[in-house]
């Protein structure tokens, strides 16, 4: 058997741990929303109504101390966290707002 035995094996661990990686990058992208949520509640507050999603983005990025240049995935899901916590947040006013009763 000698070498190829040793470099198959070698191989197939690597496969294991790039996968085991990629399992653990993805789920760390699936936390981001709640993460930028909770963010933008609680450190931006009241003044994340007033932002512009670009702005929210920008203020997320400096808190976190992150650079501009951010890996093109890890970018989009921060921006369309910041849209949803929008789209909640004015969800959560017009429920308030809306008349009771219809």
Request: no cysteine; hydrophobic share 40%.
């Given at each position: 058997e000698g070498k190829g035995g040793v470099e198959e094996r070698t191989e197939e661990e690597e496969e294991?741990?790039?996968r085991r990686d990629k399992e653990e990058h993805y789920g760390r992208l699936l936390?981001?929303?709640?993460?930028?949520?909770?963010v933008l509640a609680?450190?931006?507050?009241?003044?994340?109504?007033?932002l512009s999603d670009k702005q929210?983005?920008?203020?997320?990025?400096?808190l976190m101390g992150?650079?501009?240049?951010?890996?093109?995935?890890?970018?989009?899901?921060?921006?369309?966290a910041v849209k949803?916590?929008?789209l909640?947040?004015?969800y959560k006013e017009?429920?308030?707002e809306a008349p009771s009763g219809q």
């Open positions: 294991k741990r790039r936390k981001l929303p709640q993460l930028v949520s909770t609680n450190y931006v507050g009241e003044a994340s109504g007033e929210a983005f920008r203020e997320l990025l400096r992150l650079a501009d240049a951010l890996e093109p995935r890890l970018m989009r899901t921060i921006v369309e949803q916590h929008r909640r947040r004015e017009a429920a308030f």
